[in-house]
């Protein structure tokens, strides 16, 4: 049976994100022959193409890995998702998806803010579910927007120069943090998701809009009518650092 046009430009997009996956996975070493991924599947479209897009390399790379998915849902923030279509989604890839539930004290730390807070708790259950099963990597669907977003974010409320990187060893090397989607751009996904439409899953938290990221995509916005390859130049700048030009806080000695 033969695609049909539509069928084409969604396989032909998918496979422009396949190939930029597996350069990232091959270019920072992102994952070895015997590695287990968890992959960390929110239910927005970003987690969603990245669980898609491993599956896909999983099939085609020339070593074998183990690949599964976990869903984190904060009982307590007024937060909610249709967990079925996650489960769903998971079965149509054969990756065994995990489905972990917590709840969150908000008011534990009052400096800081309750989505730093509940993300933490979120990351928290993913790293011990990854040593559950065994697994060596996680994998998040951050992209090239958010590493931007995360720059700007610590420049201006932090005062450093940091962001996300594509992998992160912690706990001593048990556990490297992955972001195979950092060198595709948001509308890239964007556009794939809107081709493939995916559903749009019910996710309310009261906390969701009253965050500092919201402000700095506001801020990403304005920069982009100041220079059509802003977000371009921003990216890059992350590995065109040049310490002898910037001035020091402190002196020497």
Known sequence: MQKTDQERKVTRQFEKICNKVGKAINEFQLIGDGDGVLVGLSGGKDSMILLEALANRKQHLPYSFELFAIHVSATNVGYSIDT?????FCASLNVPLFLEEIEVNLDIDPEKS????????????????SKELGCNKVALGHHKDDAIQT????????????????????FGGRIHLIRPLLMIPENELSYYAGMRSYKKLEK?????????R???????????????????NLFRAMDN????????SKGEG
């Open 214 to 232: 919201e402000a700095i995509k506001d801020l990403v916005r304005e920069i982009d009518k100041l220079n059509k390859n802003a977000r371009k």
């Open 241 to 248: 650092i040049y310490p002898d030009y910037l001035p020091r």
């Open 84 to 88: 079925s279509y996650l489960s769903d």
């Open 204 to 212: 309310n938290c009261r906390y969701s809009q009253a965050t500092k």
């Open 114 to 129: 309750p989505c730093f807070i509940c993300s933490w708790h979120r990351r928290k259950t993913i790293f011990n579910k």
């Open 151 to 170: 720059m700007l974010m610590n420049l201006i409320y932090h005062g450093s120069i940091s962001s996300l990187p594509q992998k992160l060893e912690m």
